[in-house]
């Protein structure tokens, strides 16, 4: 069974920096990459970041771009989200996610098969 947990949410000041690790295990398959996104009260789940697992191509919303790096240790089966410079309205769930196939785009949920339960980030002003 694939377990996804994530870990280093918590409360920040605005301009601050928070670092998310998201650890799987439990797969039967090659990971084809893995992805965070995020969801804020009252708002549908949003793209983050994204990081192929072969290429380490990585992906990231408007919003994040240049404020937040994604990163993996693949002997540790582990992901990454540094996110620098936050704002207020970084607030959210934020949530890993595991490809088990190429389908859909890297900033797609729906190609994520696998998801952990989420850590909360809170950004003060």
């Known amino acids: 069974q694939v377990q996804l947990v994530e870990s280093g949410g918590g409360l920040a000041q605005a301009g601050g920096s928070l670092r998310l690790a998201c650890a799987a295990s439990?797969?039967?398959?090659?990971?084809?990459?893995m992805g965070w996104f995020r969801q804020a009260p009252g708002k549908e789940r949003e793209f983050v970041a994204a990081?192929?697992?072969?290429?380490?191509?990585?992906y990231y919303a408007d919003s994040v771009k240049g404020r937040f790096a994604i990163s993996k240790d693949n002997a540790k089966n582990t992901v990454f989200l540094q996110m620098n410079s936050l704002k207020p309205e970084d607030t959210a769930v934020y949530y890993c996610?595991?490809?088990?196939?190429?389908?859909?785009?890297?900033?797609?949920?729906?190609?994520?098969?696998?998801w952990g339960r989420g850590t909360q980030v809170t950004v003060s002003s």
């Open positions: 996610g595991d490809r088990s196939s190429p389908r859909y785009a890297m900033t797609d949920e729906r190609g994520y098969d696998y």
């Open positions: 439990g797969r039967t398959y090659s990971t084809y990459g």
């Open positions: 990081i192929s697992w072969s290429s380490a191509l990585t």
